[in-house]
């Protein structure tokens, strides 16, 4: 059974900085392409960052470029992002995803083939 189980939300001040982490199990990760995504209340949901399987090239959205780290652990089958200098525009649900085939606009959501459930960032100022 495919699972992606996100961990490490929370509460934070602007400026300050959190790790997300996603734990797969039931496939390979390093097979796959990985991603996070985010949802705030009212919008549609966005690209964050991915990290593509084989050469691990990463690709972040303009507004997180410079402060958010995406990484994977392929020994422990995990997914990272470290988040720093947080500000309350960061604040929604984030979730990582995973796509057996990467191509294109990384951005895509229909692109991934599996979704964890989210965890809740909030940024407050």
């Known amino acids: 059974q495919v699972q992606l189980v996100e961990s490490g939300g929370g509460s934070v001040q602007a400026g300050g900085s959190l790790r997300l982490s996603c734990a797969a199990s039931?496939?390979?990760?390093?097979?796959?392409?990985m991603a996070w995504f985010r949802q705030a209340p009212g919008k549609e949901r966005e690209g964050v960052a991915a990290?593509?399987?084989?050469?691990?090239?990463?690709v972040y959205a303009d507004s997180v470029k410079g402060r958010f780290t995406i990484s994977r652990d392929n020994a422990k089958n995990t997914l990272y992002l470290q988040m720093n200098s947080l500000k309350p525009d960061d604040t929604a649900i984030y979730y990582c995803?995973?796509?057996?085939?990467?191509?294109?606009?990384?951005?895509?959501?229909?692109?991934?083939?599996?979704w964890g459930q989210g965890t809740q960032v909030t940024v407050s100022s």
């Open positions: 995803a995973a796509a057996a085939f990467l191509y294109g606009t990384w951005s895509a959501s229909g692109k991934y083939n599996y």
């Open positions: 990290i593509y399987a084989g050469d691990r090239s990463t």
């Open positions: 039931g496939f390979t990760c390093s097979m796959y392409s």
